[in-house]
């Protein structure tokens, strides 16, 4: 649970690296997903959470990229993801 709320808030600090007006959509949509995944069943495939951590971290590097924003803010979610 502390991973995902790590991986959650610096995720929305991403965004605030983003232009003001995209800003509002990817904090909702960064929060629908993570609120739509807080009851991923663990026991039956324990590398559910590593593989959407995965899936979080590649987002984020591809929303970077979109909006032209050093792909570099990204390694703190990086190190999160993969530890």
């Not at 629908?32 to 991923?40: I, M």
């Not at 979080?56 to 530890?83: F, P, T």
């Amino acid at each position: 649970m502390k991973k995902a709320l790590s991986v959650y808030g610096e995720v929305l600090r991403l965004v605030r690296k983003l232009p003001k007006d995209s800003r509002p959509y990817y904090s909702k949509f960064a929060r629908e997903n993570f609120v739509n995944y807080r009851e991923v069943d663990t026991v039956t495939d324990p590398n559910i959470l590593d593989e959407l951590f995965n899936r979080a971290y590649n987002h984020a590097i591809w929303v970077l990229k979109k909006y032209s924003v050093d792909q570099s803010a990204a390694e703190k979610l990086k190190r999160i993801c993969s530890n």
